[in-house]
């Protein structure tokens, strides 16, 4: 089992940061993939982050070059992700996700079985 707490939401103005952190914790060794989802309310959870177990990272194309998604270095399960020029439309609750069992990363929430209760993230105009 692997247990995910998520940390760093907030309310910020348009144009700023944040810093999101996933620190995972359990019996399991290191996960693989791991990755940020978001979701509003109405909506299906969209992943915007994503780590592979070998390091490299993706994103989807509304975040790319504001969102940057690393790894702890001396704990392979606990992520950031470091957000920048914030816009309204980022606002969600993002969670971490995490599957132990392949390097790739697969883009369903319902891939990932090990998951965080989510921080809530709120920018305004």
């Known amino acids: 089992q692997l247990r995910l707490l998520e940390s760093g939401g907030g309310s910020v103005q348009a144009g700023g940061s944040l810093r999101l952190s996933c620190v995972g914790s359990?019996?399991?060794?290191?996960?693989?993939?791991m990755a940020w989802f978001r979701q509003t309310p109405g909506n299906q959870r969209e992943g915007v982050a994503f780590?592979?177990?070998?390091?490299?990272?993706?994103y989807i194309d509304s975040v790319q070059g504001r969102f940057t998604i690393t790894r702890d270095d001396n704990n392979q399960n606990t992520i950031y992700l470091q957000m920048t020029n914030l816009q309204p439309a980022d606002t969600a609750v993002y969670y971490c996700?995490?599957?132990?069992?392949?390097?790739?990363?697969?883009?369903?929430?319902?891939?990932?079985?090990?998951r965080g209760q989510g921080t809530q993230v709120t920018v305004s105009s």
């Open positions: 780590i592979s177990g070998d390091g490299r990272p993706t």
């Open positions: 359990g019996e399991i060794g290191s996960a693989a993939c």
């Open positions: 996700a995490a599957q132990s069992w392949s390097w790739a990363c697969p883009p369903s929430w319902d891939r990932y079985p090990f």
